[in-house]
């Protein structure tokens, strides 16, 4: 594809309700990641997948965080059990090892 | 944790004149990117340096890295309206993928 895409592009759930977010990386990128930009801030790490390696799970913030990666291609970000504070905008990356990393639009999740 | 920390947090400047922000970083790094992010959606990569480079130019756009004082700069030349946009620094460390974000400088150029 020419670029990662992200669906939805804009969520949003009452507090207490599961949520899923998809990516689709660049075809041929092995790596993927998702980050989270809370209002005002920079990115922060939330995982990272890379080929038929275990996923680096060291940046979720919770366990109601969870993450898989299907075929190695796209990937599922689920939040479970909304709260306020998960409300923020979740990029996907994706590039080939150790490569620059191309961004995503973004999915803006609003937690009421 | 963020580990570079961008400098000014906001700058404003007239259409044409040049912007200049700051990154600093803390640990040793493989490269350090730069990415433009335009009302708060997806990032734009604008230009990697790696590490044993110093300078590097890209368009309208010069990045320097100085190693040893754990900066680097983004200079945007002739600016203009379009340029508008956070921009953001980001550390890729020895041996590792995971980026490491600054908080970013907001640029607004004004008409």
């Known amino acids: 594809g020419a670029g990662v895409s992200q669906s939805p592009s804009n969520k949003v759930t009452e507090k207490g309700k599961d949520v899923e977010l998809r990516c689709d990386p660049i075809?041929?990128?092995?790596?993927l990641y998702w980050y989270r930009q809370s209002l005002g801030q920079g990115l922060e790490f939330l995982i990272y997948?890379?080929?038929?390696?275990?996923?680096?799970k060291s940046g979720l913030p919770s366990d109601r965080f969870s993450a898989e990666r299907t075929g190695g291609s796209v990937s599922t970000l689920t939040i479970q059990r909304t709260q306020q504070e998960d409300s923020a905008v979740y990029l996907c990356?994706?590039?080939?090892?150790?490569?620059?990393?191309?961004f995503g639009p973004g999915t803006r999740l609003t937690v009421l | 944790s963020q580990q570079g920390e961008e400098d000014p947090q906001a700058l404003s400047i007239q259409e044409g004149e040049n912007a200049t922000m700051n990154c600093s970083y803390k640990?040793?790094?493989?490269?350090l990117q730069w990415y433009r992010q335009n009302s708060g959606r997806g990032l734009v990569h604008l230009i990697l340096?790696?590490?044993?480079?110093r300078e590097k130019h890209s368009g309208r756009l010069r990045v320097t890295l100085d190693t040893s004082k754990k900066s680097s700069s983004l200079l945007i030349t002739a600016s203009r309206a379009a340029d508008t946009a956070s921009y953001f620094c980001?550390?890729?460390?020895?041996?590792?993928?995971?980026?490491?974000f600054g908080a970013g400088t907001t640029v607004t150029v004004r008409a």
């Open positions: 990356a994706s590039s080939r090892p150790s490569d620059t990393q191309y």
């Open positions: 075809s041929g990128h092995t790596a």
């Open positions: 997948f890379q080929g038929n390696s275990a996923p680096d």
């Open positions: 640990t040793s790094i493989n490269n």
């Open positions: 340096i790696r590490s044993n480079e």
């Open positions: 980001a550390t890729s460390p020895l041996g590792g993928y995971k980026l490491s």
